[in-house]
């Protein structure tokens, strides 16, 4: 068994291998403090054919008894990979396929398993440093060794790999995966805080990510994996000259036409013609196909690099015409739809009670979420046809983006009580249909009366690079430039700062120089997007009247019993009879939800019935409950009633409470004496008008 060992930020981290998974095409042990993972490395000893792609799949699973916890619900075994699950399989996967050969075509399969969970230390992080690390002892082509870590900003320090517990009152949650001196993804939160904020924290996660790369090397010197990559061009330098010949001049001619479906049109008619003599031929098919590709990708970055002018005639900084409707769904609590050139989304928002909240049964710990952001993005949005199913990880990858840019600017549950539901349909995309989600999304809690201070907006960064010397930034990319470009770099935010920030890149890794100008030149387009946005729309509405009425306030600890009632008795009848939800925590805070303003403060008035001394002169629905000489017990509230005196019954002199009342009556009663016992003491009479004899 070989085994490597390093302090990282505190804590021990260890790879290990040779004892586990032995079978595996390359496996390892990696434990951080006492967080351990299982990552393997298996791929196909033929290439795959018939695919112009890298088939490589990552799957990140958590098991329940790594944190000491057995799965919940009816099924006691662990079952499709969660959200978050899908989350940081995605945060593996992205950085590593650039670093791949773009022609291998084995079938490549990693798989992570976190085994042990401490508490302290996030799996996520460990993970992608334990797939490079078996990456390393695989036959696979592997451009690494690469390494991920986080770092947090509290107090104003920034902490590399904050602890569980630090990352609560941390600003900052930024998770940085590079090689050696470079910046291969980002993925990341905060608080508002500003560019110069993000590149210092950047600077601190490169010592961390240094530091681990060189424990990857120096574990990987133990073994034999060395690898040949064989060349697989099969198309010949003269069918490539006649393609070249042919076709240049009229591939350049596409970036003259204005919309995305004329420029689609024409690249197919190109590629149709070129495809025509080889129809027959299952070798070169292909591969004139891939050349055709090839050189529309190179005229796009040639006219980028040497002209400054994109696919779409803008220049690199100019944003696409935004248009924004507000309340495009009358019946919705919220709703606008947001459209930026060729990109679309109706953002939908609904507005729900605690009981909507989402409970998360996970590896680490139960919790509840009281904001959700759902992202769908159905073929039609870019005229195709497709398979319709469970949600794909894209979509769950680009909701949590924007849930995550939102999140900083909700308002807390005291001051606004609701579960907060966005859904973003993707209704046309051509690039960036996260970002327009954000936009949405922003714009849909202002109309749902969602008392937010200010928007956020998203813009996504493209790059063109030939080096570090010669390259483009590009604000408010296309699908195309996204496609045949090297970087795809999301950043949300308000004017004041970043709340979300992603990066993805097609390069094996970036400077901090040309991260520094990306940054700068989006802060740029955000802000204008801001004004756009602001002009449609710049403070809260009010809450709409579909949406449900929700009143939070404090009882006493001591009463939370009596509210609640033996068997939830009466809590039951409280909701049954005023038709509304309650919710009650256990500091005493009690969530009232109802249909409507008036059936709101009637269940309101109920519970502090129960739970407190109702004022004079407060009016109730009661229930008579028993019948005596002197007058009726009425239930004012559940478990609680008081004296209807005889006299109190009616103005005119009443002989026998029978024959005013019955068991089982309701009457509206008036609270017009507490006496010195403490007893209440209402009245029928006082309801009704005084008769002048």
Partial sequence: MIKVEKNIAGRPLKIESGQIARQAGGSVFITYGETAILATVCCSSEPREGIDFLPMQVEYR??????????????????????????????????????????????????????????????????????????????????????????????????????????ESSDLDLMVTGKKDKICMIEGGSNFVPE????????????????????????????????????????????????????????????????????????????????????????????????????????????????KVRVDGRGLEDIRDISIVPTILPRVHGSALFTRGETQSIAALTLGSS?????????????????????????????????????????????????????????????????????????????????????GGSLAMMNAGVPIKEHVAGIAMGLIMDDEDNYAVLSDILGTEDFLGDMDFKV???????????????????????????LEQANKGRLHILDEMNKAIDKPNAISPYAPQIESFQIPKDKIGALIGPGGKNIKALQEGAECVINIDDDGTVSVSAEDKAKLDNAITQIKAVVLDPEVGTVFDGKVTKLLDFGAFVEFAPGREGLVHISQLAWERVNKVEDVLSVGDKVKIKLFEIDKQGRLNFSIKLLTDKPEK
Avoid: W
Avoid at 98 to 112: A, G, T, V
Avoid at 202 to 212: S, Y
Avoid at 406 to 412: A, E, V
């Fill in 62 to 167: 958590e098991k329940h008894y790594a944190g000491g916890k057995i799965p919940g619900g009816f099924f006691k075994r662990e079952a499709k990979p969660t959200d978050a699950e899908v989350l940081t399989s995605r945060l593996t996967d992205r950085p590593i396929r650039p670093l791949i050969p773009k022609n291998y075509r084995h079938e490549l399969q990693i798989m992570l398993t976190t085994m042990s969970y401490d508490g302290v230390n996030t799996p996520d992080v460990v993970a992608a440093i334990g797939a490079s690390a078996a990456l390393l002892l695989s036959p696979v082509p592997f451009d690494g060794p690469i390494a991920s870590v986080k770092v947090g900003l509290i107090d104003g320090e920034y902490v590399l790999n904050p602890t569980h517990e630090q990352m």
């Fill in 196 to 307: 110069k904020t993000i590149l210092e924290a950047l600077d601190v996660a490169m010592d961390g990510i240094n530091d681990i790369v060189d424990l990857q090397m120096e574990f990987s010197d133990n073994f034999d994996n060395s690898y040949e990559m064989i060349d697989t061009k099969i198309i010949t330098d003269e069918i490539e000259k006649s393609l070249n010949d042919t076709y240049s001049v009229k591939i350049e001619k596409i970036f003259e036409l204005d919309t995305k479906q004329a420029r689609d049109d024409e690249y197919n008619a190109i590629e149709k013609e070129a495809l025509e003599p080889f129809v027959e031929d299952e070798v070169m098919y292909p591969e004139v196909k891939g050349h055709i590709k090839n050189m529309f990708k190179n005229a796009v970055r040639k006219t980028v690099l040497d002209k």
């Fill in 355 to 439: 009981r909507d909240e989402q409970i998360i049964d996970s590896m680490a710990s139960d919790f509840k979420k009281s904001f959700l952001l759902h992202y769908n993005f159905p073929p039609y949005c870019v005229g195709e046809t497709g398979r319709i199913g469970f949600t794909n990880r894209r979509e769950i990858g680009h909701g949590h983006l924007a849930e995550r840019s939102l999140k900083p600017i909700l308002p807390s549950s005291e001051e606004f009580p609701y579960t907060v539901r966005i859904v973003s349909e993707i209704t046309e995309s051509n690039g960036s249909s996260s970002m327009a989600s954000v936009c």
């Fill in 492 to 518: 949300a935010g308000t004017k004041d700062g970043i709340s979300a920030i992603q990066l993805d890149l097609k390069v094996p890794g970036l400077s901090m120089d040309v991260l520094s100008n990306a």
